[in-house]
């Protein structure tokens, strides 16, 4: 019953900004951290950025100072800034340690957002 859900992927020129969103719906009692995921033609999916309850952050090394993971409640954002032709990917997110009425410590993973970034 659990269901994530991205938006606010789409075309930009290099050097613009984008803001993804990520909704949790569902009878959702708690989460212990969610966070972005992406993939790029050819290249196996790599972490892009997680945030925690508590609102410890990690980031991959390539988007160190350009983008930055928040979240309110049950909702993630990532605002990706100085956007790169090598950005361009199906981001995805993820939730991890899910708890609700009839789960337990699940994950899940919602359906992709594509961001792509021309030259």
């Known amino acids: 019953q659990v269901q994530l859900v991205e938006s606010g992927g789409g075309l930009v020129q290099s050097g613009g900004s984008l803001r993804l969103s990520c909704a949790a719906s569902?009878?959702?009692?708690?989460?212990?951290?969610m966070g972005w995921y992406r993939q790029a033609p050819g290249k196996q999916r790599e972490l892009v950025a997680t945030?925690?309850?508590?609102?410890s952050t990690n980031y991959a090394d390539s988007v160190k100072g350009r983008f930055t993971i928040s979240r309110d409640k049950n909702t993630v954002y990532l605002q990706m800034n100085s956007l790169k032709p090598e950005d361009t990917a199906v981001y995805y997110c993820?939730?991890?340690?899910?708890?609700?009425?009839?789960?337990?410590?699940?994950?899940?993973w919602g359906k992709g957002t594509l961001v792509t970034v021309s030259s």
């Open positions: 945030i925690t309850s508590g609102g």
């Open positions: 569902g009878r959702i009692i708690s989460i212990n951290a």
């Open positions: 993820h939730a991890n340690g899910v708890t609700a009425l009839d789960v337990y410590g699940m994950y899940y």
